[in-house]
């Protein structure tokens, strides 16, 4: 018990069945408090019927889960009130303005209508909002609005916040600016989860994560870790003329860790990039194009659940 | 700020209080726009009551007279045949269409049902307050309508009061399987059929305008079947003061089935498509 007080989610073999199709295929993984948790896949993955099963909204087919130490299946009121949802929708009301959506939202967590307005405030300035309290949702930029949708999703104070693809559509500034408010609720506390596509979101934010493909975990780690195991400390990208292909190959499959064939270049993966480069140039090889980066979470995720594009 | 963020979520009140907190939800949000649904609810039943009750109803009256020596149908004046019967259409009106576009706006638009997916409200509060918002819109319209009615002088019992309660179940018998049916629906395609071939063929046939005694037999048994024409017997029978005929519970019992049915299969079917 003392084990699981410390654990807000937990599943075994959790399961998602629609019909014949298999959603979830039997998964495994539990969430401490306080973590920041991400859960990455390609499109059909599995993803958000898992956070749907989660977030106490969708009843699941086969396996075990708890969430907050209660099981979904009896608590879901109880377990609900001390969850905030940030949806991959804009769910607002577009007809109501900004605080009405606060205060609208608090009520359904039966909090007085005192206190939902004094929280309401403090996260209108917690979303940098205060000035649009009186604003139609429908004036308000997309940024703003995921602000709102994510400081809806704090009006209950809840201790578990899932957030379904947050920044999807925002541009670079939004996107830090959220990603600033999303580190401040880890800091205090809160336990998060989080999916997403964007994988430099992911390493930035999540302590810990799983790669999801197929309804099935592919892996699970901390970001650097999982890097270090299925991508490298560094990548060299090189862009060649055909001719100069097999000669280059030769060299990198001798020196590099891995080498990756794509129609337009050649990821080599290794500790070394620039050493990698140099091989290649000393056997005579011009490449037309040169990159040296860093091994990143989206090489893993890319080795993972494969290229081939998923619609 | 920081602590306003981690403190302990708050404690789960009463599961009963959850049903009432989805119907609040609906007329506080009503509350902020209840202007662009003014002219469906209110002037619109009174433009009726205007036009077909005194302005059409003055001819038929006269016609009456020249014919069978009386201007009334049934002892009544046109004007006070008409009116339960307006009253009765515009509950359906109503029902149907708040039944309709806002629940499909509330799956796919707005997201309403979402938001309450993710809070404590369970589907049965969800289906309970929407519904129950329908039966807010039928007591406010039915109200107004009935208090413009009795200054016109249309109404001859003080038992028109009744018609309020009735028409609070007319809505609901017609909300709770319409709502019941449209959360199946992925676009909103159906709802102007149901308009077409639901709505507006009732609306003329259900002895709102006429005693259905002037329709061909087979119009006849059909129209007595209809929903709607238990509706405008009931509240026909409220506004002329025989409410107590032994008849009228049979006309009841049709349209309390039709509401209690009608939300036994919405929570199923809310069930199906929000909760998969």
């Known amino acids: 018990m003392s084990l699981l007080s410390d654990t807000v989610v937990h599943a075994r073999q959790l399961t998602k069945r629609f019909g014949d199709f298999t959603a979830v295929g039997g998964i495994d993984f539990s969430i401490s408090r306080g973590e920041f948790f991400g859960f990455l896949g390609p499109n059909g993955a599995g993803k958000t019927s898992t956070m749907r099963m989660v977030a106490c909204m969708s009843p699941r087919s086969d396996g075990e889960l708890l969430v907050r130490g209660m099981d979904p299946a009896h608590h879901g009121p109880e377990i609900r009130s001390g969850i905030g949802l940030v949806p991959q929708e804009d769910a607002l009301d577009t007809e109501l303005t900004v605080l009405d959506n606060l205060l609208l939202y608090g009520r359904y967590f039966g909090l007085p209508r005192k206190v939902v307005r004094e929280r309401a405030h403090a996260l ?13 949702v429908d004036a308000l930029s997309g940024g703003m609005r995921r602000r709102l949708v994510i400081a809806r999703a704090l009006i209950s104070r809840p201790e578990l916040v899932i957030l379904d693809e947050p920044t999807t559509g925002l541009d670079p500034q939004a996107r830090h600016l959220v990603w600033e408010r999303l580190y401040q609720l880890k800091q205090q506390g809160v336990t998060l989860i989080l999916t997403t596509h964007y994988m430099d979101e992911a390493e930035q934010l999540c302590d810990r994560l799983v790669v999801m493909d197929r309804g ?63 091989l290649v140039q000393h056997a005579g090889v011009r490449p037309q194009g040169v990159l040296v980066r860093r091994g990143s979470l989206e090489d893993v995720f890319l080795r993972l659940t494969g290229r081939s594009l998923v619609d | ?42 002037v619109y039943p009174l433009v009726y009551l205007a036009a077909i009750g005194i302005g059409l109803g003055h001819l038929v009256n006269h016609h009456l007279a020249a014919d069978h020596g009386a201007g009334t149908i049934g002892g009544v004046s046109y004007l006070a045949f008409v009116t339960p019967g307006i009253l009765a259409a515009s509950m359906m009106q ?48 039915s109200s107004f309508f009935l208090a413009v009615a009795a200054a016109f002088g249309a109404l001859s019992s003080p038992e028109a009061i009744v018609g309020v309660p009735i028409a609070i179940v007319v809505a609901l018998a017609f909300g709770a399987p319409v709502a019941a049916f449209a959360v199946t629906r992925d676009n909103d395609s159906a709802f102007s059929s149901i308009q077409r071939l639901g709505v507006v063929p009732l609306f003329l046939f259900s002895g709102c305008f006429f005693p259905i005694g002037e329709l061909p037999e087979v119009l006849r048994v059909l129209a007595v079947c209809t929903p709607l024409y238990q509706g405008v017997v009931l509240e026909r029978a409220c506004s ?14 049709y349209l309390l089935v039709m509401a209690t049915g009608g939300f036994l299969v919405a929570r199923r079917t809310y069930q199906h498509r929000l909760a998969r």
Not at chain 1, 219 to 233: D, F, H, T, V
Not at chain 2, 240 to 253: K, V, W
Request: proline letters at 4%.
């Open chain 1, 216 to 278: 099935q975990i592919a892996a699970e780690g901390a970001p650097r870790a999982l890097i270090a195991k299925y991508s490298s400390r560094e990548v060299l990208e090189l862009r060649l003329e055909a001719a100069d292909r097999p000669r280059a190959l030769g060299v990198l499959r001798e020196h590099a860790e891995r080498v990756e064939e794509l129609t337009d270049r050649l990821c080599c993966y290794g500790d070394d990039g620039d050493r990698l480069l140099e």
């Open chain 2, 240 to 253: 002329l003061g025989t409410l107590g005929a032994p008849e009228n519970l049979a006309h009841g019992a």
């Open chain 2, 1 to 42: 700020m920081a602590d306003a963020l981690a403190a302990p979520s708050a404690p789960l009140a009463r599961p009963r209080a959850l049903s009432w907190r989805a119907l609040r939800f609906w007329c506080f949000r009503w509350s902020r726009t209840w202007r662009s649904t003014l002219a469906g609810n209110v």
């Open chain 2, 94 to 141: 109503i029902a149907v269409h708040e039944a309709t576009y806002p629940v499909m706006g509330a799956i796919r638009w707005d997201y309403a049902y979402l938001g309450q997916l993710a809070s404590p409200l369970r589907i049965g509060d969800i289906v309970f307050g929407h519904l129950g918002f329908i039966g807010v819109r039928a007591l406010f319209a």
């Open chain 1, 124 to 136: 209108l300035a917690f979303a940098q909002l205060e000035d649009r309290a009186g604003a139609k």
